[in-house]
């Protein structure tokens, strides 16, 4: 059984070319963490990746190099559970949540994708589920321009969403008034065509459930008969109680669990009953390994997942997933979630009548575009 030689955290970050701003932060670049784990020179390199913020990146190679890779170098490269719990474990006074596990993330992600390759098997596959074509909606609408032209942007957008073969859509809210956010509702509905879906993302901005509640009923106002899909975090992740007062008052389901980490948070979030629907993102709380722990016990629970981002990696955890919804998928054109800036073109996910298709190759199936990682490499 090969062993872990090599790890290599770099820090990259990804200008947003246009002013682009969600209800909490203004968003200038997109910082990552990418990984790459060798156990020999003859094996492939495993290849891993999470987010960091608009900041942050160095900061999260630096905790690969000093906290995790002293742990995982030398482990047996098929021990992927058994690492994950003794770096959680030896990490326990400088981390359990935060930084560290988006760090702890990307490892555990490199680790599942170098086991791929080497069994040269996709990901997918080698989780349990098939090569298949999976749901996804497209995201975006957030807030750009000057406020006047708002309404008709977010119309353009979905139109322009509906073109290229999605029906399922999400857009921001929070970032104006509630009167305003109620008249981009209704514009995004104008364009959907028939069994079309319409979600919200308020990214925290509420400050309360009262104040939640009452945005959500204007929403829900502006969107008549066509109804909302779900409304996703209107109150602070650390509000359980809040959101699962939501969840029982409104019509709407509610979604939370973008920023939640390890099986930990998300088993209060299902005992508190305080999302109708669960948004895992591997690259936040703890990677792969836990993203399926997560998801097995909200399948034992009656909830379904939506994952957050990363739809590169998602794709593949929703086919061995059968509690999924659907996947996130930005197009790269929008210059909104930009990490396939450094992947290769011919290895980026495809897209296709409102799915995104899960590569046959192994692994998560992408290759890094190294000039483009050096372009962006923060050194």
């Given amino acids: 059984m090969p062993t872990i030689t090599a790890i290599r955290a770099r820090a990259i970050s990804i200008p947003v070319k246009t002013p682009t701003r969600i209800s909490t932060r203004i968003l200038g670049q997109r910082e990552y ?77 490199a680790l599942w994708d170098l086991a791929g390759k080497r069994a040269n098997l996709p990901l997918a596959v080698l989780l349990g589920g098939k090569v298949r074509a999976i749901p996804a909606y497209a995201s975006g609408g957030y807030y750009r321009g000057e406020p006047k032209d708002a309404e008709e942007l977010v119309r353009e957008e979905i139109a322009h969403n509906e073109r290229q073969g999605f029906s399922d859509h999400k857009i921001k809210v929070g970032g104006a008034s509630i009167a305003a956010d109620a008249r981009r509702v209704a514009a995004a509905i104008e364009p959907i065509r028939e069994g079309g879906r319409l979600a919200l993302d308020a990214n925290n901005a509420y400050p309360n459930a009262h104040e939640a509640l009452r945005a959500i009923r204007a929403f829900e106002r502006a969107a008549g008969e066509h109804g909302l899909w779900w409304v996703e975090e209107p109150l602070s992740p650390d509000d359980i109680a809040g959101h699962a007062e939501l969840a029982r008052v409104v019509e709407t389901p509610i979604a939370t669990g973008e920023i939640a980490q390890t099986r930990y948070e998300f088993r209060s979030l299902i005992e508190q009953r305080a999302a109708d629907i669960l948004q895992p993102d591997a690259g936040v709380l703890g990677g792969v390994s836990e993203w399926m722990r997560i998801a097995r016990t909200a399948e034992t629970f009656g909830v379904p997942v939506a994952p957050h981002w990363h739809a590169n990696l998602h794709v593949h955890l929703a086919a061995a997933t059968p509690n999924c919804l659907s996947v996130e998928h930005f197009d790269l054109d929008k210059d909104i979630y930009n990490f396939e800036q450094v992947i290769t073109a011919a290895t980026r996910l495809v897209a296709q009548d409102g799915t995104v298709l899960c590569p046959d190759r192994p692994g998560m199936g992408f290759d890094l575009d190294e000039a483009a990682m050096a372009r962006f490499e923060l050194r």
């Fill in 33 to 109: 963490l990418v990984v790459e784990v060798e156990a020999g020179s003859a094996e492939p390199i495993g290849i891993g990746y999470s987010y960091a913020g608009t900041a942050g990146g160095r900061l999260l190679a630096q905790i690969v190099n000093e906290l995790l890779a002293p742990v995982a170098l030398g482990a047996a490269s098929e021990d992927i559970l058994g690492i994950y719990d003794r770096i959680y474990q030896e990490t326990l006074l400088t981390g359990r949540r935060g930084m560290l596990i988006r760090a702890l993330s990307a490892l555990d992600i």
